[in-house]
Nanobody
Framework: QVQLVESGGGLVQAGGSLRLSCATS????????WGWYRQAPGKQHEFVAI???????DYAASVKGRFTISRDNAKNTVYLQMNSLKPEDTAVYYC?????????????????????????WGQGTQVTVSS
């Protein structure tokens, strides 16, 4: 099993910044991809960003240039640095990962269109951006 615990959400004004953390534990040594999704009220899960075990990253077009995903292996933590926040970034943000053994390129292609690759989810952390 893999456990994911998000933190760092909150209320921020438009243009501000937040850093989300996802503390990971359990059998994580061979995981190939870690991701962030978000869900706004009345909307489906939306892909935000993904990082491979080698550090390769990819982003949704809506956050590219504003958000940065990273992983600190020593701390077993995945981060999402969010800058220049907009009201439309308001959502519950979820950390996600998989035990799958596909190469990162598979998850890069899949994650933007579906979350079916995800085996483990965190509980989510609320981010609210006021205008």
């Amino acid at each position: 099993q893999v456990q994911l615990v998000e933190s760092g959400g909150g209320l921020v004004q438009a243009g501000g910044s937040l850093r989300l953390s996802c503390a990971t534990s359990g059998s994580t040594f061979s995981i190939n991809a870690w991701g962030w999704y978000r869900q706004a009220p009345g909307k489906q899960h939306e892909f935000v960003a993904i990082i491979g075990s080698g550090g390769t990253t990819d982003y949704a077009a809506s956050v590219k240039g504003r958000f940065t995903i990273s992983r600190d292996n020593a701390k077993n933590t995945v981060y999402l640095q969010m800058n220049s926040l907009k009201p439309e970034d308001t959502a519950v943000y979820y950390c996600a990962t998989t035990w799958g053994r596909c190469p990162y390129t598979y998850y890069k292609k899949t994650s933007a269109s579906t979350d079916l690759w995800v085996d483990f989810w965190g509980q989510g952390t609320q981010v609210t951006v006021s205008s």
